[in-house]
């Protein structure tokens, strides 16, 4: 590892001095970025952090000379490598980013073609450009996937989208920004559709590709301790401002002001847990495949209690997000059977009734891919509504109105497109939606991971308030063990299709555990900066 004073040397690669950005709403400009400036030297990590709404990804991506659709780049200056990116043609840009400017996107699955193979896409920039011929740019994708630990690196560029797991298909991308080897990359949220263990790895390689090519990073999240192991310099930012800038041990140990004190507090919520012998759903023997050949699941047993949460934890590929699939009969068991309130689940979702379909609900991991990108928040709440209660009209829109304040979000709201909402408030649409339909089982796949700190705290909360009130039961897909701890009655850890270990949180969660649940747990950021190079070293000790 080298040392943090030698990956901070180098020449300024960008400056932005004075950025203001608005955005359109409602046919008004409004400012979402308030005269920040920014610096950034070759070889350095920058972390950009705050709430959702902040900020972060529009300064991300203004660091690019680019701004998204419904925002303007008003005033200021962007100096990259020399080049003012305000003034240059759109041409000019457009030969910067993929070659000498990347871009990693908080959501893969919405940025990859379904139609298109992986290695394809991987390779697309580096042909675009001329960088190198067909034969080297597939053999370097090769082994950019074996150093982001893909499984089957040789083949698994072979394969179409969705025939990966969400967090091999963000590994994937984070290998399509690598390929031309770019002067700067910007991250944003690479990791929150990754397991904790896969998380290790990837992050290792992007600090290391970092280092290698004394590439700098601008590295956006809501998770500190991710932040600790990048960045060497933190900015956090509110409301658009620039509240506090720092090196990240200095910021870690003593921030000044008191909204990012505010942030390195939160999460601090535990649930007391509760047992129950009353199940809602009996997942009896499961096992399922995609095609004839690829088994995800198992010979899977799960009880889930009536108005209790049980969370599933494992790898990404482990068949977290499979089991959920054959709950809500979106893949079929091919041995097995579900039971719901003691009857037997038909296999596909078209041979349930509507009510059944009412009662067992999904909110999606990607609220990007989830949202129909056409429709307004009142007709994305609004569906369910119709559908399975029969509201219409003036009290459609009321109880529309309502559910966005059970999530925290106003009424000014209900006429936006999710383009025009942060990342964060789009799940909060979605669970919204889901609440629509006033469900007895949500299944929520990881739907905190787009959400700041701050905001998981209070969507947590909310979901306690809500399993209070009504006695809903919630199977909660995570991989965030923090998230676990606050919310879990339950714990059902999972590998490579099989349940490992189940039991109630506090047998789970405390010593002495077995191998696999000691490696979860142990791949667990810590909000340290020296964590993650400790942990490597110990692994490869423990390996030698």
Same mark, same amino acid.
């Given at each position: 590892m080298?040392?943090?004073?030698?990956?901070?040397?180098?020449?300024?690669?960008?400056?932005?001095?004075?950025?203001?950005?608005?955005?359109?709403?409602?046919?008004?400009?409004?400012?979402?970025i308030?005269?920040?400036? %920014?610096?950034?030297?070759?070889?350095?990590? %920058?972390?950009?952090?705050?709430?959702s709404?902040?900020?972060?990804?529009?300064?991300g991506?203004?660091?690019?000379?680019?701004?998204?659709?419904?925002?303007?780049?008003?005033?200021?200056?962007i100096?990259?490598?020399?080049?003012?990116l305000?003034?240059?043609?759109?041409?000019?840009?457009?030969?910067?980013?993929? /070659?000498?400017?990347?871009?990693?996107?908080?959501?893969?699955a919405a940025?990859?073609?379904?139609?298109?193979?992986?290695?394809d896409?991987?390779?697309?920039?580096?042909?675009?450009?001329?960088?190198?011929?067909?034969?080297?740019?597939?053999?370097?994708?090769?082994?950019?996937?074996?150093?982001l630990?893909?499984?089957?690196?040789d083949?698994?560029?072979?394969?179409?989208?969705?025939?990966?797991?969400?967090?091999?298909?963000?590994?994937?991308?984070?290998?399509?920004?690598?390929?031309?080897?770019?002067?700067?990359i910007?991250?944003?949220?690479?990791?929150?559709?990754?397991?904790?263990?896969?998380?290790v790895?990837?992050?290792a390689?992007?600090?290391?590709?970092?280092?290698?090519?004394?590439?700098?990073?601008?590295?956006?999240?809501?998770?500190?301790?991710?932040?600790?192991?990048?960045?060497?310099?933190?900015?956090?930012?509110?409301?658009?401002?620039?509240v506090?800038?720092?090196?990240?041990?200095t910021?870690?140990?003593?921030?000044?002001?008191?909204?990012?004190?505010?942030?390195?507090?939160?999460r601090?919520l535990?649930?007391?847990?509760r047992?129950?012998?009353d199940?809602?759903?009996?997942?009896?023997?499961?096992?399922?495949?995609y095609?004839n050949?690829?088994?995800?699941l198992?010979?899977? /047993?799960?009880k889930?209690?009536?108005?209790?949460?049980?969370?599933?934890?494992?790898?990404?590929?482990?068949?977290?997000?499979?089991?959920?699939?054959?709950?809500?009969?979106?893949?079929?068991?091919?041995?097995?059977?579900?039971?719901?309130?003691g009857?037997?689940?038909?296999?596909? @979702?078209?041979?349930?009734?509507?009510?059944?379909?009412?009662?067992?609900?999904?909110?999606?991991?990607?609220?990007?891919?989830?949202?129909?990108?056409?429709?307004k928040v009142?007709?994305?709440?609004?569906?369910?509504?119709?559908?399975?209660?029969?509201?219409?009209?003036?009290?459609?829109?009321?109880?529309?109105?309502?559910?966005?304040?059970?999530?925290?979000?106003?009424?000014s709201?209900?006429?936006?497109?999710p383009?025009?909402?942060?990342?964060?408030?789009?799940?909060?649409v979605s669970?919204?939606?889901?609440?629509?339909?006033?469900?007895?089982?949500?299944?929520?796949?990881?739907?905190?991971?787009?959400?700041?700190q701050?905001?998981?705290?209070?969507? @947590?909360?909310?979901?306690?308030?809500?399993?209070?009130?009504?006695?809903?039961?919630?199977?909660?897909?995570?991989?965030?063990?923090?998230?676990?701890?606050?919310?879990?009655?339950?714990?059902?850890?999972m590998?490579?299709?099989?349940?490992?270990?189940?039991?109630?949180?506090?047998?789970? %969660?405390?010593?002495?555990?077995?191998?696999?649940?000691?490696?979860? %747990? /142990?791949?667990?950021?810590?909000?340290?900066?020296?964590?993650?190079?400790g942990?490597?070293?110990?692994?490869?000790?423990?390996?030698?």
């Amino acid at each position: 590892m080298a040392s943090e004073t030698k990956r901070v040397k180098g020449d300024v690669l960008l400056e932005m001095k004075g950025i203001v950005i608005d955005g359109k709403s409602d046919d008004k400009w409004n400012p979402i970025i308030r005269g920040v400036d %920014l610096t950034l030297k070759r070889g350095e990590v %920058l972390g950009l952090i705050g709430e959702s709404g902040a900020g972060k990804s529009t300064l991300g991506l203004a660091g690019m000379g680019f701004a998204r659709p419904g925002c303007r780049i008003t005033s200021g200056s962007i100096i990259f490598d020399g080049i003012d990116l305000i003034a240059a043609s759109e041409e000019k840009r457009r030969g910067l980013w993929g /070659s000498r400017i990347a871009y990693v996107a908080q959501s893969a699955a919405a940025s990859f073609n379904p139609a298109h193979h992986i290695i394809d896409q991987t390779t697309e920039t580096a042909l675009g450009h001329g960088i190198m011929p067909r034969d080297k740019a597939e053999a370097d994708a090769r082994d950019l996937y074996r150093r982001l630990q893909l499984p089957n690196p040789d083949t698994i560029g072979l394969r179409f989208p969705h025939q990966v797991s969400g967090g091999q298909l963000q590994r994937a991308m984070t290998a399509m920004a690598m390929s031309c080897r770019p002067d700067l990359i910007i991250f944003d949220e690479p990791t929150t559709a990754l397991d904790v263990t896969t998380q290790v790895e990837v992050l290792a390689a992007m600090r290391d590709i970092v280092e290698q090519f004394n590439t700098a990073a601008i590295y956006i999240t809501h998770d500190l301790a991710v932040v600790a192991q990048m960045a060497h310099r933190i900015m956090v930012l509110r409301y658009g401002n620039l509240v506090e800038e720092a090196p990240t041990r200095t910021m870690l140990k003593q921030p000044t002001q008191a909204y990012t004190k505010s942030l390195w507090a939160v999460r601090s919520l535990a649930k007391k847990e509760r047992s129950s012998d009353d199940i809602v759903l009996d997942v009896q023997n499961v096992s399922a495949s995609y095609g004839n050949h690829i088994k995800v699941l198992d010979d899977v /047993s799960v009880k889930i209690p009536r108005g209790r949460t049980v969370a599933v934890v494992g790898e990404s590929g482990s068949g977290k997000s499979t089991l959920a699939r054959a709950i809500t009969g979106l893949l079929p068991p091919s041995t097995g059977k579900i039971l719901f309130n003691g009857q037997a689940l038909p296999g596909a @979702l078209k041979n349930r009734e509507r009510d059944t379909l009412r009662r067992i609900q999904m909110i999606y991991q990607s609220a990007d891919t989830a949202l129909n990108p056409r429709q307004k928040v009142r007709d994305i709440i609004g569906r369910p509504l119709e559908f399975y209660l029969g509201l219409n009209g003036a009290d459609r829109d009321r109880k529309v109105v309502e559910l966005l304040e059970s999530i925290e979000l106003d009424e000014s709201y209900i006429d936006r497109l999710p383009s025009e909402m942060s990342g964060g408030q789009k799940q909060r649409v979605s669970i919204a939606r889901a609440l629509a339909a006033n469900p007895e089982v949500i299944i929520c796949d990881e739907v905190t991971s787009a959400l700041d700190q701050i905001v998981q705290e209070e969507i @947590l909360k909310l979901l306690m308030k809500l399993q209070a009130d009504t006695n809903v039961t919630y199977l909660f897909i995570t991989h965030d063990i923090a998230t676990v701890r606050a919310i879990a009655d339950e714990i059902v850890v999972m590998h490579k299709g099989k349940v490992v270990q189940q039991g109630l949180k506090s047998k789970v %969660l405390n010593p002495p555990y077995p191998a696999y649940t000691e490696l979860l %747990l /142990s791949s667990v950021p810590q909000m340290d900066p020296d964590w993650l190079t400790g942990l490597l070293k110990k692994r490869q000790s423990a390996q030698a």
